[in-house]
């Protein structure tokens, strides 16, 4: 189903999704209404994955900040570094805005256990965001996303697993049903 941005929780809920996918877009996440939305979505535990603008959307929703880089972050053959499996991927970018959470810590949220899963590797900025339920190395994976575009056509297709693990996260919630 692809819902509008002005969609509402109950909405959502009334086509039983088996998770909640937030696309890029254009806009400040600042002023982004869709923020309350998402925090719904994560209390009512419904699996997440936000690309680029969902990535800024998820990193408000988790209470960090937001921030317009200076010059952006444009083009593709940009090295981002994933934490979750310590590889560097090449990835295509256009973006404006960046997350601004802690590179080395975790963070408790109402919703779960927030980290930096992903980092560009030319200026250290927030690339991509993890919810856990916990800390430890059981802890399961309730949402995530990525600032650049694992989806790009023409570009790198180094990140196309994370299409892969937002499909495990969905079985592993039909599973627990």
Do not use: M, W
Request: hydrophobic residues 40%.
């Amino acid at each position: 189903h692809v819902l509008p941005a002005t969609v509402a929780l109950d909405d959502i809920t009334a086509i039983n999704p088996d998770g909640v996918f937030f696309s890029n877009g254009p806009g400040d996440p600042a002023t982004a209404p869709q923020v309350e939305l998402l925090r719904d979505v994560l209390a009512a535990g419904i699996p997440y994955f936000g690309i680029c603008f969902g990535n800024q959307l998820f990193g408000r929703a988790l209470g960090f900040g937001t921030y317009k880089l200076k010059y952006g972050h444009r083009g593709i053959n940009q090295p981002v570094f994933d934490r979750t499996t310590n590889k560097v991927e090449v990835t295509a970018h256009n973006h404006g805005f960046a997350v601004d959470a802690p590179l080395d810590e975790a963070t408790q949220t109402p919703f779960g256990t927030a980290t930096v899963s992903h980092v560009c590797l030319n200026d250290d900025v927030v690339e991509g965001l993890e919810l856990r339920d916990g800390d430890g190395d059981d802890a399961r994976l309730l949402g995530f996303s990525v600032q650049y575009h694992p989806e790009a056509a023409a570009g790198p297709h180094d990140a196309a697993y994370l299409f892969d693990r937002f499909t495990d996260l969905l079985s592993t919630k039909e599973a627990q049903a």
